[in-house]
């Protein structure tokens, strides 16, 4: 079964994932991965860090001549701004020029410090750090890529930013991730591009942040993919938790989600019909998943971003050495993430489904892998 490690923090070396459980045969180039690490820093709000980033990357392992062997897939996305942190962030024993003791709210701080016993909030922000998602972008790059070999397909657009919202309409399709990228927000739906521009702007004007909400829509998912028979096997659950596990993130949803809620039954639910190709659903209320398992229909999900913690006018705290008021550290952030959080919901998606359909299908090889995909297709169709 596929499954991942990360490990680094934000201003250490560099930023490592490992991911276990691909077959052998899967392309994977370093061009590729770049690629993805810069889908992950684009969108308007964006800080100046995304500027300073380049994420030189090196495939360490599990990788020749651009093909994967089957073992751990180890990749390192270096720092470039390590000369300038290594001494506050070595490695070898010693101590910091300076603690951080003011911690911030909204953010891991104080919780992790009291968790850790430490006096230092950098030894819990650094890995508490979004950055952390540039190693999620490598795992979700190569599960993506495993998923269109059996022709899935994970993309993500931007619903809401702020009070500026688009109207309810049918998602996009993967002929659209071009047109997406393209916005400078993201959203699939222009009419409410210019909206969002001017409500980030103008946070940015009032030294504030904005969240956001974003969907994320995979194509070509087959029937069966998750399980009802245990609560951790439920393909909802397993969708839900990876998006609740991306920082910032508040909220998740599949289908309909809240607004379903609010509807009676009768409006609520995907009635079945049977066409010349099979069974048909003339509603996706549910997301293309019900009881855990998806449904064959598109899966659709919704996570919803709180504005960011990091304010450029410091919020009120206190010191933790002293127990004095204080106002927090201000590290360079963002004024709105919420486009990248389509990116980084793409990456663990893919995860989940790639896990998923391993679970599911099996195989050493990318060869075995799709022969069975291909051949549980067939058994749908003949159902």
């Not at 001494?87 to 911690?103: C, I, N, Q, V």
């Not at 702020?162 to 393209?182: E, H, K, L, W």
Request: glycine fraction near 14%.
């Amino acid at each position: 079964m596929i499954r991942f490690l990360t490990a680094g923090e934000s201003h250490g070396p560099g930023l490592v994932a490992v991911v276990e459980g691909l077959p052998a045969g899967l392309p994977v180039t370093a061009d590729g991965i770049a690629a993805e690490l810069a889908r992950r820093r684009m969108g308007h709000g964006r800080g100046k860090r995304m500027a300073i980033e380049r994420d030189e990357l090196e495939i360490l392992g599990g990788v020749r001549f651009g093909a994967t062997l089957g073992g751990p897939v180890a990749v390192v996305i270096r720092n470039t701004e390590w000369p300038r942190w290594q001494e506050d962030m070595s490695p070898e024993p010693g101590s910091p020029r300076r603690r951080l003791t003011a911690p911030r709210p909204g953010h891991a701080d104080l919780a992790g410090m009291m968790k850790y016993g430490t006096h230092d909030a950098r030894d819990v922000l650094e890995r508490a750090s979004a950055r952390e998602t540039a190693a999620r972008a490598v795992v979700g790059h190569l599960c993506a890529a495993l998923l269109r070999e059996i022709g899935v397909d994970v993309l993500s657009h931007v619903v809401a930013i702020g009070g500026v919202a688009v109207p309810d309409g049918a998602p996009p399709s993967p002929a659209d991730r071009a047109a997406i990228d393209a916005s400078p927000v993201r959203v699939f739906d222009r009419s409410a591009e210019a909206g969002m521009v001017a409500a980030i702007d103008a946070a940015r004007a009032a030294r504030d942040t904005l969240g956001g909400t974003v969907e994320v829509v995979a194509h070509g998912v087959p029937a069966g993919l998750g399980s009802h028979v245990h609560w951790d096997r439920r393909l909802d659950g397993l969708l839900g938790g990876a998006l609740m596990s991306i920082p910032a993130i508040k909220a998740a949803e599949v289908g309909d989600g809240v607004a379903g809620a609010a509807r009676p039954g009768s409006a609520a639910h995907d009635e079945i019909g049977y066409g010349g190709d099979g069974f048909v659903r003339a509603t996706n209320r549910s997301g293309g998943i019900e009881g855990g398992i998806s449904t064959g229909e598109p899966i659709r999900a919704r996570a919803h971003m709180k504005p960011l913690s990091t304010l450029m006018r410091a919020l009120d705290t206190v010191d933790v050495d002293q127990k004095t008021p204080e106002k927090a550290i201000r590290e360079r952030s963002d004024v709105c993430a919420v486009p990248a959080a389509g990116i980084v919901a793409e990456h663990v998606t893919a995860y989940v489904l790639a896990r998923e359909a391993g679970r599911m299908f099996g195989g050493d090889t990318v060869g075995d892998f799709t022969a069975a995909a291909a051949a549980y297709r067939r058994r749908l169709e003949e159902f």
